[in-house]
C-alpha cells in the first residue's frame, strides 16, 4: 500500500493567520484553523480591522447603530468564533504584542469595498485615511514583524495575492503578512478558495484539504457573526448581509509560497 504523501501542515506546530475584519477566519478557511487545532498545532489568529463598514443583516442591530458599537459587537462576535474554531491566541492588528516597538497604539479601521462584478470587489469611493488599506505599508509590516517575533510560529497563513476576492484589506494584509514572514525568514501559506481550485491546480504545489469532519465548528463560529450573515438551520448554506447566497465552505487548498 503507497505511503501518504505528506502535508505541510505535518511539521507545523504554531500557525499565525492573518485576517482583514471579523468573519473572515469563519468563511476564509475556517475548517482548517480547526483541523490545525485538532492536529495538536497551537493557532495564533491576527485580525486587522474591526469590521466597522460591514453592512448588517436586517434586524439583527437598529439601522442607526454608530460605526463605534457595530466594532463593538463585531469584536464580541468573534470571541464566540475563536472558541467554536480552537483558536489559542487573538491579537489585533496595532495592538500589543501586534504593535512595533516605540509606536503608539491605533486601531486598523475598515477600509470598504465596492463590487467590480459579481465575485470581485475592488476600494470603495471613499476611503477613511484611518484605514488599512491607505495606511504605510511599512508601518503594517512593521506591526506583523513584532507580531511574528512575539509569538514564533512556524507557518504564517494569509490570503492569495488576490486577497481572495478584492477587497482593499485583504490584498493589504497578503502583502504585509507575506513581507514579514520573508523578512523573519517563516514559511508563508496562501488560503486557495474552491472558486480558484482549478486555476490553481494548474500552477502546482497546491494541497487540498476535504475538512466535512469540522461542519459543527465551522457553523458555530459563523453563527456567532449574526451581524454579518445567516446560516441556513441545517448548516448546508448561508446568506450574507448583502443577499449573497454561498454554500458553506469546507473545503480549502493551501499553497506555501517559495519565491
Same mark, same amino acid.
Given at each position: 500500500?503507497?505511503?501518504?504523501? @505528506?502535508?505541510?501542515?505535518?511539521?507545523?506546530?504554531?500557525?499565525?493567520?492573518?485576517?482583514? +475584519? @471579523?468573519?473572515?477566519?469563519?468563511?476564509?478557511? %475556517?475548517?482548517?484553523?480547526?483541523?490545525?487545532h485538532d492536529r495538536g498545532a497551537r493557532v495564533t489568529l491576527v485580525t486587522c480591522t474591526r469590521g466597522e463598514l460591514g453592512e448588517i443583516v436586517a434586524g439583527?442591530?437598529?439601522?442607526?447603530?454608530?460605526?463605534?458599537?457595530?466594532?463593538?459587537? #463585531?469584536?464580541?462576535?468573534? #470571541?464566540?468564533?475563536?472558541?467554536?474554531? &480552537?483558536?489559542?491566541?487573538?491579537?489585533?492588528?496595532?495592538?500589543?504584542?501586534?504593535?512595533?516597538? /516605540?509606536?503608539?497604539?491605533?486601531?486598523?479601521?475598515?477600509?470598504?469595498?465596492?463590487?467590480? #462584478?459579481?465575485?470581485?470587489? /475592488?476600494?470603495?469611493?471613499?476611503?477613511?485615511?484611518?484605514?488599512?488599506?491607505?495606511?504605510?505599508?511599512? *508601518?503594517?509590516? /512593521?506591526?506583523?514583524?513584532?507580531?511574528?517575533? +512575539?509569538?514564533? @510560529?512556524?507557518?504564517?497563513?494569509?490570503?492569495?495575492?488576490?486577497? %481572495?476576492?478584492? +477587497?482593499?484589506?485583504?490584498?493589504?494584509?497578503? *502583502?504585509?503578512?507575506?513581507?514579514?514572514?520573508?523578512?523573519? %525568514?517563516?514559511?508563508?501559506? *496562501?488560503?486557495?478558495?474552491?472558486? *480558484? #481550485?482549478?486555476?490553481?491546480?494548474e500552477i502546482g504545489d497546491l494541497e487540498w484539504f476535504e475538512l466535512e469532519q469540522h461542519r459543527a465548528a465551522v457553523v458555530?463560529?459563523?453563527?456567532? +457573526?449574526?451581524?454579518?450573515?445567516?446560516?441556513?438551520?441545517? /448548516?448546508? %448554506?448561508?446568506?450574507?448581509?448583502? &443577499?449573497?447566497?454561498?454554500?458553506?465552505?469546507?473545503?480549502?487548498?493551501?499553497?506555501?509560497?517559495?519565491?
Open positions: 500500500m503507497p505511503e501518504a504523501s @505528506p502535508s505541510l501542515l505535518d511539521s507545523v506546530r504554531h500557525a499565525l493567520v492573518v485576517h482583514a +475584519h @471579523p468573519d473572515d477566519e469563519a468563511l476564509a478557511g %475556517g475548517a482548517l484553523l480547526r483541523e490545525l439583527v442591530l437598529p439601522e442607526d447603530t454608530p460605526v463605534a458599537e457595530l466594532a463593538a459587537v #463585531r469584536e464580541r462576535e468573534l #470571541r464566540g468564533s475563536l472558541d467554536a474554531l &480552537g483558536i489559542d491566541e487573538h491579537r489585533w492588528l496595532g495592538t500589543a504584542p501586534a504593535r512595533a516597538a /516605540g509606536l503608539e497604539p491605533r486601531e486598523y479601521r475598515d477600509s470598504g469595498m465596492r463590487w467590480l #462584478r459579481p465575485g470581485l470587489a /475592488g476600494p470603495a469611493d471613499e476611503t477613511d485615511l484611518r484605514a488599512l488599506s491607505v495606511a504605510p505599508v511599512e *508601518e503594517v509590516i /512593521g506591526d506583523l514583524a513584532a507580531v511574528i517575533a +512575539h509569538d514564533t @510560529p512556524d507557518l504564517v497563513i494569509s490570503y492569495d495575492a488576490t486577497g %481572495g476576492y478584492g +477587497h482593499p484589506d485583504h490584498v493589504r494584509a497578503r *502583502e504585509a503578512s507575506l513581507a514579514a514572514a520573508r523578512a523573519a %525568514g517563516v514559511r508563508f501559506a *496562501e488560503l486557495v478558495e474552491q472558486s *480558484e #481550485r482549478g486555476l490553481a491546480a458555530a463560529a459563523l453563527r456567532s +457573526h449574526r451581524t454579518q450573515l445567516t446560516v441556513d438551520d441545517d /448548516g448546508a %448554506g448561508l446568506v450574507h448581509s448583502g &443577499g449573497q447566497r454561498q454554500d458553506v465552505h469546507l473545503a480549502i487548498g493551501l499553497r506555501e509560497v517559495v519565491a
